[in-house]
C-alpha cells in the first residue's frame, strides 16, 4: 500500500475502546447502572411451530413471585404489527403462532431470573396446524413471504441447449445464527409527559425509535433511543432489536418504572432470526474452455414466518450471483419462502455471501467435469476491463481489479506449485486428503434502498478545543467510531486523542439508516468530514478577517492553526478567541452516496456506488474415514482502496473469513421434526474456536484506490471478506474429488464431518444425474415487486 | 460438627464474607448484581463461551498453588469458598497501567467489539500467574480454548498471548495469595451449611460426614464441578432440592498410584485427573484436550462425569475400554463395581439411593496392550461428542488376547460392544477380522439421530474408527487431521 498523505487517517491506530475492552470497564446495555425500582421482563414463547392458539391461562404466571405486569399483544396500546417492509409481524403472538419460540407474552417482574421462571408457568391450548419447515417444502407449496423475483438476458433455453456442454445440480447450504456474545437487550426509561428514553443494543436506533413510537401510540419525538456499544451485531441487531426494544418501553410505560429486558441465550436462539438458509438449483451450459454460454439459477430462500428484511436479502443474492464473472445469458429467479421458522434476516453479507457460493459452486462443477484447474476456469469467465462488464442487473463495471488482483494472489500464495504438492500429497495417502481453492470476490457497496444511503453528524468544538462528534452510525466492533475519529482529526489537524465520539442516539442524529451494508464508515465518515469542513470554513473566514490573511493559506495541523505568517496558534487558543468573537463551533453534517439508482421492480439500475475485490486461498485437509477437516493453510488479499486504518481493517478481513468459515464447515443449524431449533446455545451450536484458527493465515492489502470519491479513497471492509470464505469449502470439495475417480462431490454446506463423509460416498456413486424440472423453472413469473 | 452459614472468600485482593441469597445463585449473578463488577460478563450462562471468565487460586492437597481460570456462569457462590479469585477489575485501570496480558491484547488488536475481551484478558491473566509467560502456540490454544470471540477469528489473540512476555513483568505475589489461603483454611474450618430460598446446601469436610449425609438425604443434589448442575438452574430454571458438596472433603482431592492402579477422589477435577490418567496412558492426550474447555475441566471432575452418567459423556467410553471400576460408598459400606456395570440404561444406574460415587480405579498399564481413544465432533474443542471411541488391546503373536472396544454416543449410555469385542477375540489381528468386526458393530449398537450426527453417521464413523485403530496399531501414521 502506499505510504499515506496523511497525519491520522491511515495509521493503524488501536480500536478507540481497547483500553476500556480489556479494562472490562466499556459499559455495554446490561452494564449501565440501574435505576432504582427497575423490573426485569422475559418473554414467553410458543411450543409449537404452526398452531392456533385456543387458550391462554397466565394465572400462574401472574401470581408467581415478583411478578409485577404481563401482556399479551391484547395489551399493546398503539400498532401492534410492525415489519421494517411490511407490517407483518405481530409484537406478541394474535391468535396464530407460527415459530418455536415466538413470543407470546411478556412478564414484568423484580428480577431477571423471576422473570424467566414466571414466563415458564403459562398453560397454553393449542390446536395444531401444518407446518412447513424447509425452503425446499415451501417452495414446492409456493408459500411465499414476499412473490418471486427473475431477471433475465437473452434466450436462455436456447443458449442452454445449444451447449457444447452442459450440466444441471443442486446445491443446499444452511443458515447461520449471528451469536453475538453481548445478546439482545434494551433498557426503557419512563420519564415526563409520556417521554420514553430507550437504551437498546441495536444497530439502528432510529428504526427502534419509530417502532417504539409505533406500539406506544406516539409521536417519534417522545421517543429517544441510544446506543453506546454493543457486544457484536453481524446484523442480528439491525431490525430484530425491535420486539425487545417495543415491550420493554410498553412494560415500562404500564408500570412507570424502568424495565429492561436481557434475552437469555437460548431464548435469543429461539426468538430471532438467522443468515437465510437456501436451496439453489441450477443449470449451466459452458464450452469446451469453461466459458459459462448460459446459465440458469433458481433460488430458494428460507425466510421464516415473516418477511423483515428477506425481500432485500434475497435480491442481494441475486446481484451477488454473477460474482466476478460476466454472464451473458442467464435466467435467475430468487423464491422467498415462507416457514415456520424463525425470521430470518440480516446478516453480514446480506445475502451476497449466498449468491456468490452458488455460482463458484458451479464453477468448480464446469471446472472437474473438464478436467480443468478451476482457477483457470474462474479465469476465463471474469469480468472484461473494457467489454463483457454489464451485469446482470445492468450496472456497468467500471473498476474491475480482479484479474490483477487474482494474478497477485496466485503469485503470492504460490497457488501452482502448492496444487502439484498437494496432488503428490494425495497420491501417497490413503486416509488423509488435502485440497486447494482459490475464491475470487466483487461485493457491490451501498444499501441497495437507495434512500438508505444517508447519513448525519453532529460535530461541536470546545472552547478547550476538545472535540465531540455524534453521527448515525453504531459501533459493534468493526471501528467505526475509531475511523470516524481520525477522519475528524485529520479535517481539524488535531491528534486523535482530542476527539471523542459520543454514543449513537437518535436525538442528537435523526432519521438515521442501519449500521449495515458495510456502508457505515462510507457514509458516516463523509458525514463528519462534511461537518468538520463547515465548521473549518467558518473558522477559516473568522480567521481571515482577524488576522488578515488569506483564507486559502490557513492550515489546520499539529493541533495548530497557521494563519499566513503569524506563528502557530495552538487550536485551543484558536478556538476561544473564535468563540469571543462569535463563531459557531458546532456544526451538523450530511452526506448522500451519489450516482446510485436503482428500480426495484425490474432489478436494474446502478445499486452499488463501487465494488469491492477481494479473494481467498485455502488449503485444507480431511480424514476420509470421519469427515473431519482441518483449514491449514489462509492467504488472502484484500482491496480496501486507502485503507483508512489497516489495523481495523485487517481485524475486519480475518474476522469476516473466519465467520464465513464457520458458517460453511461447523456451525450447523437443526430443526426437529416439530419445528424446534435444537441448536440454541454455544453448547450445541459451534461457532469457530480458538484452535479453528488456521496456523498460517496471510492477509495482504492490494494496492488500489477507490476509482469512487469515497471517504479518502477508502474502500468498505465489513461485509466482503466474509465469503472469501467459500474457497474453505471448496477446498474440502477439492480434497473430496481426490478420491474419486472424476465424479462430482456432492457437497452441502455446512461442511460438518457428516457431510463430508456424505460426499466421500457420492463420488463412489455414479455421476448424480439430479435434472432441474424444466417445466417449473420455465414457468416462473416475472418480476413483480421488490424491496422498498 | 461445627456450623456456619457465611461464605469466606478473597476477591480482587479484598476478603468477604457473604451470606448467598440462595445456595444457587450464581457467582456472576452475585458479582454483577450484587457487586456490580461489571467487566465480567454474561455470554451464555452455560459455561461455553467464557464471558465470564474470572481466575481462582486453591491450595492443592500438597499445599502448592494452583491458578485457574473458572466460568462464573456456572459456579454457585457457596463453590468460591475459601478460594482467592479475581475479576478484570483487579487487573490494570483503562486510564492508567494496565497489566501486561491488557497492554498485549491493546497493541496486537486483540479486541472488536470487547464483549468477550475481559473473559480473554482473564484467561490470559490465568496463564501469566501460572507462570507461563512465554507459552508455546499449542498451550494458548489450550488456555483459550474455553473463551469464544466473534469478531476477531482469533489470530490477534493468539499473538497477543505469545508476545506477553514482552512487557515489563509483573512481580508475582504468591506469598500474598498464600497467606490469604491460609488465613481462609481458618476461617473456613466449620462445615458450611447454607439454608435459604427454599434448599440446603451442605459441605461436608470429611469423607464419612459426606457419606453420612448423601445416606441421610437420598434425594440430594451430589455437586462436585457443577459443570452440568449448574445448568439445571440457569437453564432449566430448577429449585434444586438440597445439595451436598464434594468440594471441602480434601481427601477426594488426592489422587494415588500403587502398583495396581490409580485413585481418583470424587472431588479431583478433569484437569488434574485426566493428567494422571495421560501420565499411565498417553494415548489418552487428545481426547484430555478436547474433552471440555479449560476452565470447564478446571471446575469439573472425572468423577463427576462418570456419576453424572450421561451416554456423551467422554470419559466413561475411555475407562470402560481400560477396565477401571468405580467405589460406590453408603454410609460407612463400600463396595467395588467394573464402570461398564455401573450403566443400565439412559441416566439409569446400578446405585442405591443414598449411594455416591467415591473414587475412580483405573488398572495400570500392562505390558504389550494398545490403547486408543477417538473422539468425532463438528467443532474440535469444547464440543459434545457424536461419537467417542476407545480401545484396549492385547496381541499374543498377533492373535488377540484380549479386546475391549468401548462407545459413547451410540447408545443410551457409554457401553462396550460385545459382538464386535468377539468377532476379534482369539483371532488373527488383521484386515479383513477387523472389517468383521466393524460389521458386527451394527448389530452392537442402534444409535439414535439428533442434532448431533444421524444414525448412520454414528455407525459408519464408529466402523471406520475401529479401522482407523487398526490402521494405527499397524503402526500407519496420517491418519488424523
Not at chain 1, 216 to 239: D, N, S, W, Y
Not at chain 1, 639 to 646: E, F, I, M, Q, Y
Not at chain 2, 93 to 115: E, T
Not at chain 2, 442 to 470: C, G, H, I, V, W
Amino acid at each position: 500500500m502506499q505510504a499515506s498523505t496523511y497525519q491520522t487517517v491511515g495509521q493503524p491506530l488501536p480500536h478507540e475502546s481497547a483500553r476500556l475492552h480489556v479494562a472490562g470497564s466499556a459499559l455495554y446495555t446490561d452494564d449501565l447502572p440501574e435505576r432504582h425500582g427497575t423490573l426485569h421482563a422475559a418473554f414467553g414463547l410458543s411450543d409449537r411451530a404452526h398452531a392456533r392458539v385456543l387458550a391462554i391461562d397466565l394465572e400462574a404466571v401472574r401470581s408467581a413471585p415478583g411478578v409485577v405486569d404481563v401482556i399479551c399483544l391484547d395489551n399493546i396500546p398503539g400498532h401492534r404489527y410492525l415489519g421494517p417492509v411490511v407490517a407483518d409481524e405481530p409484537v406478541l403472538a394474535d391468535e396464530f403462532v407460527h415459530y418455536v419460540g415466538q413470543p407470546l407474552f411478556a412478564v414484568a417482574a423484580a428480577t431477571h431470573h423471576m422473570a424467566r421462571r414466571a414466563a415458564r408457568l403459562a398453560k397454553v391450548q393449542y390446536e395444531d396446524l401444518p407446518i412447513t419447515l424447509t425452503a425446499q417444502q415451501g417452495a414446492e407449496q409456493a408459500s411465499y413471504v414476499l412473490p418471486p423475483v427473475r431477471i433475465s438476458r437473452g434466450d436462455i433455453e436456447a443458449a442452454l441447449a445449444r451447449g457444447p456442454r452442459r450440466h444441471s445440480a443442486e446445491l443446499t447450504c444452511g443458515g447461520q445464527e449471528q451469536f453475538y456474545l453481548e445478546g439482545q437487550v434494551a433498557y426503557a426509561l419512563p420519564g415526563e409527559n409520556a417521554e420514553m428514553q430507550v437504551y437498546c443494543s441495536t444497530q439502528h436506533p432510529s428504526e427502534m425509535q419509530s417502532m417504539v413510537a409505533h406500539v406506544l401510540g406516539q409521536p417519534a419525538h417522545t421517543i429517544r433511543v441510544e446506543c453506546r456499544r454493543m457486544g457484536g451485531g453481524f446484523g442480528g441487531k439491525e431490525t430484530q432489536s425491535w420486539q425487545f426494544a417495543t415491550v420493554a418501553a410498553v412494560l415500562a410505560q404500564r408500570s412507570g418504572k424502568p424495565v429492561k429486558m436481557r434475552a437469555d441465550r437460548d431464548d435469543d436462539f429461539l426468538i430471532t432470526g438467522k443468515r437465510h438458509d437456501f436451496r439453489t438449483r441450477y443449470d449451466v451450459a459452458y464450452t469446451d474452455d469453461g466459458l459459462i454460454t448460459g446459465i440458469k439459477f433458481e433460488h430458494q430462500l428460507r425466510c421464516g414466518y415473516s418477511a423483515d428484511l428477506s425481500g432485500a436479502v434475497a435480491d442481494r443474492q441475486v446481484f451477488h450471483t454473477d460474482n466476478t464473472y460476466f454472464l451473458d445469458t442467464f435466467d435467475i429467479r430468487s423464491l422467498r419462502v415462507r416457514t415456520n421458522t424463525q425470521s430470518n434476516t440480516a446478516f453480514r453479507g446480506f445475502g451476497g455471501p449466498q449468491g456468490i457460493l452458488a455460482i463458484e459452486y458451479v464453477m468448480d462443477d464446469i471446472a472437474m467435469r473438464l478436467g480443468k484447474d478451476a482457477l483457470d476456469v474462474r479465469k476465463i469467465n471474469f469480468y472484461g476491463r473494457e467489454d463483457r462488464n454489464l451485469t446482470p442487473y445492468g450496472m456497468t463495471v467500471e473498476d474491475n481489479v480482479i484479474h490483477e488482483l487474482v494474478d497477485q494472489l496466485e503469485t503470492t500464495s504460490d497457488y501452482r506449485a502448492r496444487r502439484e504438492q498437494i496432488r503428490r500429497f494425495n497420491a501417497g495417502s490413503t486416509i488423509l486428503k488435502k485440497g486447494l481453492a482459490l475464491v475470487p470476490v466483487k461485493f457491490g457497496i451501498s444499501f441497495t434502498a437507495t434512500h438508505m444511503n444517508q447519513a448525519g453528524a453532529l460535530l461541536h468544538i470546545y472552547t478547550d478545543g476538545s472535540v465531540l462528534i455524534n453521527h448515525g452510525g453504531t459501533e459493534m466492533g468493526q471501528g467505526l467510531n475509531t475511523k470516524v475519529a481520525q477522519v475528524v482529526a485529520e479535517e481539524l489537524g488535531l491528534d486523535i486523542g482530542r476527539v471523542r465520539v459520543s454514543g449513537t442516539d437518535t436525538s442528537k442524529v435523526s432519521n438515521t439508516s442501519a449500521t449495515a451494508a458495510s456502508t457505515g464508515t462510507d457514509l458516516n465518515g463523509k458525514a463528519a468530514q462534511d461537518a468538520a469542513r463547515k465548521i473549518k470554513a467558518a473558522l477559516c473566514r473568522y480567521a481571515a478577517d482577524h488576522h488578515g490573511c488569506d483564507e486559502s493559506q490557513i492550515v489546520f495541523a499539529g493541533n495548530h492553526v497557521m494563519c499566513g505568517d503569524h506563528p502557530p496558534i495552538p487550536f485551543d487558543i484558536f478556538v476561544q478567541s473564535a468563540y469571543k468573537a462569535r463563531v459557531p463551533l458546532w456544526s451538523s453534517g450530511f452526506y448522500r452516496t451519489p450516482k446510485i439508482h436503482y428500480d426495484f421492480k425490474t432489478l436494474t439500475g446502478r445499486p452499488f456506488y463501487y465494488f469491492v475485490y477481494c479473494a481467498a486461498c485455502a488449503e485444507v485437509v480431511i480424514d476420509t474415514l470421519t469427515g473431519e477437516s482441518r483449514l491449514l493453510r489462509a492467504d488472502i488479499l484484500y482491496d480496501a482502496g486507502r485503507s483508512l486504518n489497516p489495523a481495523v481493517d485487517l481485524g475486519q478481513i480475518e474476522g469476516g473469513f473466519i465467520q464465513g468459515m464457520g458458517w460453511l464447515t461447523t456451525e450447523e443449524l437443526w430443526w426437529n421434526d416439530a419445528g424446534r431449533l435444537m441448536t440454541h446455545a454455544p453448547s450445541t451450536y459451534k461457532i469457530p474456536s480458538i484452535s479453528d484458527c488456521p496456523a498460517v493465515l496471510n492477509v495482504a492489502f492490494f494496492d488500489n484506490g477507490n476509482a469512487e470519491n469515497n471517504i479518502y479513497q477508502s474502500k468498505a471492509v465489513g461485509e466482503p471478506p466474509l465469503p472469501t470464505a467459500v474457497s474453505v469449502l471448496l477446498a474440502i470439495r477439492d480434497a473430496v474429488a481426490a478420491t474419486g475417480q472424476g465424479a462430482l462431490p456432492v457437497l452441502n454446506a455446512p461442511a460438518t464431518p457428516e457431510r463430508i463423509l456424505d460426499a466421500l460416498a457420492s463420488v463412489q456413486a455414479p455421476l448424480p444425474t439430479i435434472l432441474p424440472d424444466d417445466d417449473t423453472l420455465a414457468e416462473a413469473p416475472p418480476a413483480e415487486i421488490g424491496y422498498d | 460438627m461445627q456450623h456456619r452459614d457465611t461464605v469466606h472468600f478473597y476477591l480482587n485482593g479484598k476478603a468477604y464474607s457473604v451470606k448467598p441469597a440462595s445456595p444457587t445463585q450464581t457467582l456472576l449473578q452475585y458479582l454483577r448484581e450484587d457487586l456490580r463488577l461489571i467487566g465480567t460478563k454474561e455470554g451464555c450462562a452455560e459455561g461455553d463461551c467464557g464471558a465470564c471468565t474470572v481466575t481462582e487460586a486453591a491450595l492443592q492437597p500438597d499445599g502448592s498453588l494452583a491458578y485457574r481460570a473458572v466460568n462464573a456462569c456456572i459456579r454457585f457462590l457457596p463453590m468460591v469458598d475459601g478460594k482467592v479469585l479475581w475479576t478484570v477489575e483487579a487487573l490494570g485501570d483503562a486510564a492508567g497501567q494496565l497489566h501486561p496480558v491488557q497492554q498485549a491484547m491493546v497493541d496486537h488488536h486483540g479486541s472488536q467489539c470487547g464483549f468477550c475481551t475481559p473473559g480473554f484478558v482473564m484467561s490470559l491473566y490465568t496463564m501469566y500467574r501460572k507462570g507461563l509467560v512465554r507459552p508455546d502456540r499449542e498451550q494458548v490454544l489450550d488456555h483459550l480454548s474455553g473463551n469464544l470471540c466473534r469478531c476477531t477469528g482469533y489470530r490477534p489473540i493468539i499473538d497477543a498471548a505469545l508476545d506477553m512476555h514482552a512487557y515489563e513483568p509483573v512481580v508475582p505475589d504468591d506469598d500474598l495469595v498464600h497467606g490469604q489461603l491460609a488465613q481462609l483454611r481458618e476461617r473456613c474450618a466449620a462445615t458450611l451449611v447454607i439454608v435459604a430460598g427454599g434448599s440446603r446446601y451442605i459441605a461436608p469436610t470429611t469423607t464419612s460426614e459426606l457419606a453420612e449425609a448423601v445416606r441421610q438425604d437420598p434425594d440430594a443434589v451430589v455437586l462436585a464441578g457443577g459443570t452440568d448442575v449448574g445448568l439445571w438452574v440457569t437453564k432449566q430454571l430448577k429449585t434444586l432440592p438440597n445439595i451436598i458438596s464434594v468440594g471441602a472433603v480434601q481427601a477426594l482431592h488426592e489422587i494415588t498410584l500403587d502398583d495396581d492402579g490409580l485413585r481418583i477422589g470424587a472431588g479431583v477435577l478433569l484437569e488434574e485427573g485426566y493428567e494422571a490418567v495421560v501420565a499411565e496412558y498417553p494415548e489418552a492426550t487428545e481426547l484430555w484436550k478436547r474433552f471440555a474447555s479449560m476452565p470447564i475441566r478446571n471446575a469439573g471432575t472425572l468423577v463427576g462425569n462418570l456419576a453424572n452418567g450421561s451416554p456423551i459423556g467422554d470419559t466413561a467410553p475411555l475407562l470402560i475400554a481400560l477396565g477401571a471400576k468405580v467405589v460406590l460408598r453408603k454410609g460407612a459400606q463400600r463396595r467395588s463395581l467394573n464402570l461398564d456395570a455401573l450403566y443400565l440404561d439412559y441416566r439409569k444406574q446400578q446405585r442405591d439411593p443414598g449411594e455416591f460415587l467415591e473414587e475412580v480405579w483405573v488398572p495400570r498399564r500392562k505390558p504389550g496392550v494398545k490403547v486408543a481413544t477417538y473422539k468425532l465432533s463438528k467443532r474440535f474443542d469444547q464440543d459434545i461428542s457424536a461419537v467417542c471411541s476407545a480401545y484396549a488391546l492385547t496381541l499374543d503373536n498377533n492373535r488377540v488376547k484380549a479386546i475391549s472396544i468401548a462407545h459413547g454416543g451410540m447408545a443410551p449410555t457409554s457401553r462396550r460392544a460385545p459382538r464386535a469385542e468377539q468377532a476379534l477375540l482369539g483371532r488373527s489381528w488383521n484386515e479383513g477380522n477387523v472389517r468383521q468386526a466393524m460389521q458386527a458393530l451394527e448389530d452392537d449398537y442402534q444409535p439414535m439421530t439428533d442434532m448431533r450426527a444421524s444414525s448412520d453417521y454414528r455407525l459408519k464413523a464408529a466402523r471406520n474408527l475401529l479401522y482407523r485403530f487398526y490402521l494405527e496399531s499397524t503402526g500407519v501414521d496420517g491418519t488424523r487431521v
